[in-house]
């Protein structure tokens, strides 16, 4: 009863805010990627069977695991067939992206602001990649990607531009 008398911005301690749940999902989707980059690159630095390779790669491409993952998707194809030192580069990039993801998501999740902006950055400095990508061979997964990245770069933008704003005004 007391809870229904206070003001409607008044919102209650267990019940996280909009923009609480939006940075959660942010981190967990760059943690999702890293999961998915990490198996890539694992699996490029080890023995993995072909068609568990190719089904690793083919989810985190459509989820654009990768930025300019079209150009690393025909590397990959091709590596596949390579030599060994091949597999160890792609491997190693892979991994690096991994790393970038891991240490954007963990640390959003841990409400680190500089981590958000570098999340913006990154995710934004991408995107013409992905339009390009979109231009030269469209499909549902590049779109979804991209409209998640451009929403993720503006809210996070958006969110910090506020933040500086409210703290100078």
């Known amino acids: 009863m ?15 805010a ?9 981190g967990i989707f760059k943690l999702v990627k890293t999961a998915f980059l990490l198996a890539a690159g ?13 089904w690793i790669a083919r989810v985190g491409f459509w989820m654009g695991g990768a930025p300019g993952h079209r150009v690393l998707r025909h590397l990959a194809e091709r590596v596949l067939f390579a030599q060994q030192s091949r597999m160890r580069e ?3 990039l892979a991994i690096g992206y991994a790393m970038i993801f891991l240490v954007e998501g963990t640390c959003i999740l841990r409400r ?11 995710t934004a400095s991408f995107i013409p990649l992905e339009i390009y990508e979109i231009v ?13 990245n451009v929403a993720i770069a503006a809210y996070l933008f958006g969110r910090r531009l506020r933040a500086r704003r409210a703290h100078t005004g």
Do not use: C, Q, Y
Request: proline share 5%; aromatic share 4%.
């Open 2 to 16: 007391i809870l229904s008398s206070l003001p409607s911005t008044v919102r209650r301690v267990d019940e996280p």
């Open 18 to 26: 909009r923009s609480d749940r939006l940075i959660i999902a942010i």
């Open 42 to 54: 694992i699996g490029a630095l080890t023995v993995v069977p072909e068609h568990v390779a190719r």
């Open 90 to 92: 792609v491997g190693i």
């Open 112 to 122: 680190k602001t500089w981590a958000e902006w570098l999340t913006a950055i990154v």
């Open 136 to 148: 030269v061979h469209v499909n549902a997964g590049r779109i979804v990607a991209l409209l998640i």
